[in-house]
């Protein structure tokens, strides 16, 4: 499940970095992803505001999804690969829950209404992010 960001690639803007900063990206791109996924897991702690189906309460249309046994949770990861940092989840009802459906499916009368968890994540690490990019910056300056 990618998402996608408006501008450059990583890859373009890493292509574009002077060899000195090169031996410090995996790290810096290790700890991003650290930093991201501990978000995407953070806001997947957040009970829901929605609808009560016996004992669960369910998240609220545009809330993160709320927990229910975990396994959302538990499937979010990242791994740095080449020049880029993957957080991402193997969850099967991930990208649904995300983006929402436009149609029923799986045996379902009603269209899922979109709970983002990964573009808000994204969004709150943002300044985070950059400081571990400022971090590499910097070092390979001295």
């Known amino acids: 499940m990618p998402i996608r960001r408006k501008g450059p690639s990583l890859e373009k803007i890493v292509a574009r970095i002077p060899d000195e900063f090169a031996a410090g990206i995996p790290d810096t791109l290790a700890a991003i992803g650290v930093i991201v996924e501990a978000e995407v897991k953070r ?33 979010i990861t990242h791994e740095v690969v080449g020049q880029t940092v993957r957080v991402g989840t193997t969850a099967e009802a991930a990208e649904a829950l995300e983006f929402g459906t436009v149609t029923a499916g799986r045996g379902r009368n009603t269209v899922i209404l979109p709970r983002p968890f990964m573009r808000p994540a994204i969004a709150a690490t943002r300044d985070q992010v950059t400081d571990e990019i400022r971090k590499l910056m910097r070092g390979a300056k001295r």
């Open 43 to 75: 806001l997947l702690l957040t009970p829901g505001r929605g609808r009560m189906y016996g004992v669960h309460r369910a998240s609220a249309p545009g809330d993160p999804p709320a927990p229910d046994l975990g396994n959302l949770q538990r499937s």
